[in-house]
């Protein structure tokens, strides 16, 4: 898989020169997107200039999770900083379906470049949207889809399964045979590529993975947030939401093992990412199967990173040929 | 579409993060001041509230509990030219892993900073005096804010609080402050908020800005409603990314909704917040060094 990432040349200036690829059927730059809810780009273009689309960080972009109702999200504090990390509490804030239709997703296509090109570069073409949603059960997942796959302004649809069933208390992507059911019903309503992203908080992943493929998936997203607890100083739960997340380089390692599980298991395109702060760890996601790599918490410290990222894979070879810790 | 112009007081910033080079730094009383330079061509000037994300270039990370991880936000302190280039003076106090990194910074020293960021103050009406009311290391847009009024002829009174004498050295960042310490050995014994009580008695008028701990901007919260006095608070949160994707830096609105202190703060009209204490999450006690406890990461 990694073989058509080799550089093209080293005089080419965007950073995806050479790693155009296709995935699901859409013709993407390079191999580097965001990971969902880690980018929010309306916030992003109201707060930095035209640089941000020179080039644009991600060769697709991921929308933050979409529900069916409107979500406020957690109380604070939603953030605790882990070792080498990041544990956040967020709880989804979002405008719910119709207002995504009918405030974000026109801006969303925009910026993207869907009517016009991006500032900046005149000649790109539009950056694929990718949008993510979450219903907690089979029905409210498919009114979600239904109302997506209408829209023409989005590419595929990545469906978030860590939303827990309040029947089992297990998330739904947590159980193969939920996972199963859920998308058996879901897959007739789109016609549109469906991106599974699995939790990493299950006992077999790789079982999910199957099962989703099974089911009619068209690619795996994989790793989602590790499930995660801070006790406050005074004890208790610091966040306000009491669980989080956690992301950044203390799970990169978790990550690599459960992608190359997956792509072992599959023959969909995977999508890796999990603590990706460099084109060497893009490179490792996808020396173990991955096609693409999400870019997620890097991007917080350094809100450039995809880019830095796809430029870096760009140069790397296929092969350092360093040894294995000798890469920093 | 994109680069249309955002709301007034707020500058696009640069797209990600630049690399600057430390060009001062030395010891205020308890707190550090550093100055980060880059070129004034491509540099925006901030506006006073407005903050940036920093780190450390080099040994970012790896110290107590294998942090610090994320940038830290702080407020810019003063903006001015130097040397055809760009100054910006941030004050430091060393709490934590990150804060101590950036308090071991001096010149030469290369620092990572992505800004300016946020909503900064918005000036009084005319003839109204701006009451700038400090505490501790919350002293930094104050002073900012003192420049900018001066530079547009408008009046202000700065009115600053701190713990003790050491970190009233703090006060030496803003022009004739009236200062009150809390362990009587500075100025007027008590809180920066006695200060302000009496000046508003005086001039019912002003427009308050605030910057400083929870507790502290209740007090001025809570004052300023009981008086229909308008005030601009200067918050703070933990914050990862500092421009709205992680939707971590909220605060709770009056009508129950979240704001992201990044994007649509760091300045809130006092108006729309039911209080300042513990952003969103009441229950926790204030104690100790609350700022620490439930403000910016330390």
Known sequence: VSAGYVSAGPQTPRPGAGLALEFCGIALEHPVINASGTFDLIAAAETFDAGLFDPFPFAAFVSKTVTLQPRAGNAAPRLWEAPAGLINSIGLPNKGLLGYLEHDLPRLHRLLGGTAAPP???????????????????????????????????????????CPNVRTGLDLGADPRELESALTAV??????????????????????????????ADAMSLINTLRAYAVAPGGGAWLGGGTGGLSGPAVRAVALAQVAAVAARVSIPVIGMGGVETARHAQDLLEVG??????????????????????????????????????? | VSAAAGPDRRGRAPFGRRRGTVVGARDLGAYRVF?????????????????????????WGGRGDERPFLARAFSVARAHELDGQLALDFLIENVGPGTE???????????????????????????????????????????????????????????????????????????DPAVATEDASVGRPGLVTELLTDELAERPDAVVYACGPPGMLEAVRALCAARGVSAQLALESGMACGFGACFGCVVALRDGSYLRLCTEGPVVDAARLETALAPGHPRRPLSGHPQRAIGALP
Do not use: C
């Open chain 1, 120 to 162: 900046g570069s005149p000649d790109a073409s539009p950056v694929p949207l990718i949008t993510n949603v979450m219903g907690s059960t089979a029905q409210e997942l498919i009114e979600l889809v239904s109302a997506l796959e209408e829209r023409s302004e989005i590419a595929a649809i990545e469906l978030n399964v860590s």
């Open chain 2, 35 to 59: 100055t980060i330079a880059e070129a004034l061509a491509r540099a925006p000037r901030p506006l006073a509230g407005q903050f940036y994300m920093l780190a450390a270039a080099h040994d």
């Open chain 2, 101 to 175: 990194r950036l308090s071991e910074l001096s010149p030469g020293d290369q620092a990572w900073f992505t800004g300016p960021l946020g909503i900064g103050f918005t000036a009084p009406p005319a003839g109204r005096m701006a009451l700038l009311a400090g505490g501790g290391v919350g002293i930094a847009p104050l002073a900012i804010w003192q420049d900018q009024l001066l530079a547009q002829d408008r009046q202000s009174i700065a009115l600053l609080g701190f713990r003790d004498g050491e970190h009233a050295a703090g006060a030496d960042l803003l022009v």
């Open chain 1, 290 to 328: 991955a096609t693409l790599v999400g870019v997620g918490t890097a991007s917080f410290t350094d809100p450039a990173a995809g880019a830095r990222i796809a430029r870096g894979l760009h140069s790397k070879p296929a092969n350092s040929g360093l040894s294995p810790q000798a890469h920093a």
């Open chain 1, 187 to 216: 897959r007739p309503h789109t016609s549109k590529p469906l991106i599974v992203k699995l939790t990493p908080n299950a006992s077999d992943v790789p079982a999910a993975a199957v099962a989703a493929e099974s089911a009619g």
